[in-house]
Every structure is written in C-alpha cells, then in structure tokens.
C-alpha cells in the first residue's frame, strides 16, 4: 500500500529524515513512536505530498509520491491525513465539515455527500451533534468529525499525526476508541503517538524514530516489551513503568 525508499528532507541545513525505508501493508497499522525532532511528523506530510523530500521514493499504490506531479491530487485523495490541532472550518457544522471534500474536491453530488456524511458522524458517535459547529464542540468532538471528514474522501489509508496530543485527558479515550474500530474494520493507518497503550493493542508495527531515521522496528509488543535498541528502551523509560522495560 505504501512503499517509502530511502527517503531523505532537509530544512536548509537541518537533515530531518536521513535514509528511511518502511512498508506499509494493506490493512496494516503502523504506529510511529519517538522523541519530539525525530522526524515522524515529517515523514506523514511527506508520504501525503504536503512536504516535498530530497531523495528516495514514497510509492501510494506502486504511484509515486511528488508534490509537483499532477497525479499528487490523486495521491491525497488516497491516503487522507487528521491532524493534532483538528483543522475544521469553523464556519461550517460538523456535517457541512464532512462533506466539504466530498463535494468541492470529488466534485460529488451533494445530495448523496450529505447522506454519506449523516452516517460517518454517526459511525463516530456525532449523530446528535452533526448541525454543531466546532467551537460548540469539545475538543475529542472536533478530532472524532476530522477523522469523519478523512473517511468521507474514502481514502485506502489515512495518517494520524498525534491525534490526541492537543486533548484533555478525558477526551483522550473517545478518539482512540474511534481509531481501534477503524483498525478492526481494516483500515490502513499509520500513526504518529504517544500512546503506548494504543501502539501495543491496535499496531501490527512499531517503528522507534530517532535523529531522522528508523532505529528500531518490529511487532508492537516486541518493540514496547522488550525493545533490543539502548535508544528505544531509554525513550519507554520516560513513558512506561519501569517493569514494562527492560534494564
């Protein structure tokens, strides 16, 4: 599904992804994990076409991924993208939210993108809050219609860069809870988190990111249980119980 080759982005003089490789199966989670300036959130925009990177190939489908190309705009459709801080139009309801790429971007009938949208709301418990608009929603509320915004484009996977960082704790949950169904309906995701709990239980893959490149990948409860990297045990040391990791 997604094929990144030896990828490489700079920023002027600051290299952020020295050389990554990972694939991404159909229906597979991968969870991204690692210190803040490790390069994860760069990847995302990267494999999206919302950064350009300096060297590699990130393959969509066995399409390449290039900002400049004309096929980028079919890329996006395909691999949709949810946010830390949300990103909704705050003049629109959460259903106009919902629809908008459907019917500016797809070009679909809004008719049918409204239905569509009446029953992704409900899919993420936001039937009863579809004519709100996002400052009369909490929070979890706001990230819950983001994530029903992606489904709407139909993408065959989607990318969460930190999707819960900007929550309260108690609303932390309701996203999350929103997240593992989509994973148990097959959902290709690839997740940047820093919930540990989640990347154990939903990720197939955990990959440990540090100074721009991949140090540490494998099954999630092989990388968070016994991680063989001194970089990615002293990274879970800050997160998990002592007893989680190993000295």
Request: net charge neutral; proline share 4%.
């Amino acid at each position: 599904m997604i094929e990144i080759k030896g990828v490489h982005k700079s920023f002027g003089s600051l290299s952020v992804l020295e050389g990554i490789d990972l694939k991404v199966n159909s229906g597979e989670v991968v969870c991204l994990i690692g210190p803040s300036g490790s390069g994860k959130s760069t990847l995302l925009r990267c494999i999206n076409g919302l950064e350009t990177y300096d060297r590699g190939d990130i393959l969509v489908s066995s399409e390449r991924v290039d900002r400049q190309s004309k096929t980028i705009h079919e890329v996006r459709t395909q691999v949709a993208m949810v946010f830390q801080r949300f990103n909704l139009f705050p003049h629109r309801t959460a259903l106009e939210n919902v629809m908008e790429g459907p019917v500016y971007v797809k070009k679909e009938n809004p008719q049918a993108a409204r239905e569509q949208a009446r029953a992704l709301l409900e899919k993420v418990g936001l039937a009863h809050r579809m004519d709100a608009y996002p400052d009369e929603l909490s929070g979890g509320q706001q990230q819950r219609v983001a994530i029903a915004r992606a489904l709407a484009m139909r993408p065959k996977a989607i990318l969460f860069d930190e999707p819960t960082s900007a929550l309260d704790p108690e609303l932390v949950g309701e996203v999350l809870a929103v997240m593992r169904k989509l994973a148990d309906e097959g959902m290709t995701m690839v997740v940047v988190t820093h919930e540990m709990g989640f990347a154990r239980e939903v990720a197939d893959k955990v990959c440990f990111l540090y100074g721009g490149r991949i140090i540490e990948e494998g099954p999630s409860r092989e990388v968070l249980g016994t991680p063989k990297q001194a970089r990615t045990q002293e990274f879970l040391r800050r997160l998990l119980n002592h007893s989680e990791v190993p000295a």
